[in-house]
């Protein structure tokens, strides 16, 4: 098959591609926060008349443990959330939202990312760059050594989920973002 990198300049240029590729059916396998390809996706599907199945990762929300976590439906609500939990946060929500935390200076930030941030972090921040999936030893190692007490994450969902198993073992809080919801008419496994 083909592999494509990069975008399709918005859902007209997607409905485009599908028509001059002679595809017949889309399945949406992006990450779960990739709110825009899904609702370019929808759009241009539906222009087309091309069948759309949407593939997403098992929720976390199904993990014993995840009644006691503080759920939320943003990331700025996340922000005050964890203001009040903790003074040494550990940021798990990747790179493209972490400028929204970056008036942090009051508190010792850790952030993981793959990619390095696109602005300066503040000096009281640690940026650890790295790709899971994660061992539990090496989640537990990293939460410890940084005195981490609590995690902010997304619901991301799927098998990377050792910092969750981490923090429950050191009775870490977790603040989570729930997944966004889904356009109307799109049908997910």
Known sequence: GEVRVGGFGG???????????GVTAVVDATHPFAEQITANATTACAATGIPLLRLSRPSWAARPDAASWHWVDSLAEAR???????ARVFLAIGRQHLAEFADWTDRYVLARVVDPPDFA?????????????????????????????????????????????????LAVPVVIQRRPPLPAGVAAV
């Open 121 to 169: 972090v503040p000096e009281n921040w640690d940026v650890l760059r790295a790709r899971g999936p994660f061992r539990l030893d090496d989640e537990l190692h990293l939460l410890r050594t940084h005195a981490i007490d609590v995690l902010v994450t997304k619901d991301s969902g799927g098998s990377t989920d050792a910092k969750l198993d981490a923090a429950r073992q």
């Open 80 to 86: 005050q959330v964890a203001a009040q939990l903790g």
């Open 11 to 21: 859902a007209d240029g997607l409905a485009a591609y599908l028509g001059e590729h």
